[in-house]
Nanobody, 117 residues
Framework: QVQLVESGGGLVQPGGSLRLSCAAS????????MTWYRQAPGKERELVAT????????NYADSVKGRFTISRDNAKNTVYLQMNSLKLEDTAVYYC??????????WGQGTQVTVSS
C-alpha cells in the first residue's frame, strides 16, 4: 500500500518554527518529486514547495520564500519542510504529495499547523 504520512504539525507562536516530516512507503520514493501543499479553511489549496527526486532543485511559493526550506532524505524515504519565522497566515493543513510530471499521484492525510499568539 502506498502511504504518505505527515507529522510534526502543532501549535506555534508567531515567529516560531516547526519542522514537518512526510514518511513515504509503498513506492520508489527516489523516482518522485515531492511537493508540500497547504489549505486553510475556505481557501484554495496552495502549492508551498517542491523538490526534485534527487533533491538537487527546489521551488517555493513567494509567500514562504526565505522562510521555508524543503529537503529530502532518500535513504529514509522522507521529505521535510522546515518552517521558520511563522506567521498567522501560515495556519493551514499541510499535505505532502508525490509528483510525476504534471500529476500529483499520492497524497498524505495532512498535518495541522496553527500559528497563534
Amino acid at each position: 500500500q502506498v502511504q504518505l504520512v505527515e507529522s510534526g504539525g502543532g501549535l506555534v507562536q508567531p515567529g516560531g518554527s516547526l519542522r514537518l516530516s512526510c514518511a513515504a512507503s509503498g513506492f520508489t520514493f527516489s523516482n518522485y518529486a515531492m511537493t508540500w501543499y497547504r489549505q486553510a479553511p475556505g481557501k484554495e489549496r496552495e502549492l508551498v514547495a517542491t523538490i526534485t527526486n534527487t533533491g538537487s532543485n527546489t521551488n517555493y511559493a513567494d509567500s514562504v520564500k526565505g522562510r521555508f526550506t524543503i529537503s529530502r532524505d532518500n535513504a529514509k524515504n522522507t521529505v521535510y519542510l522546515q518552517m521558520n519565522s511563522l506567521k498567522l497566515e501560515d495556519t493551514a493543513v499541510y499535505y505532502c504529495s508525490a509528483r510525476r510530471a504534471a500529476w500529483s499521484l499520492y497524497w498524505g492525510q495532512g498535518t495541522q499547523v496553527t500559528v497563534s499568539s
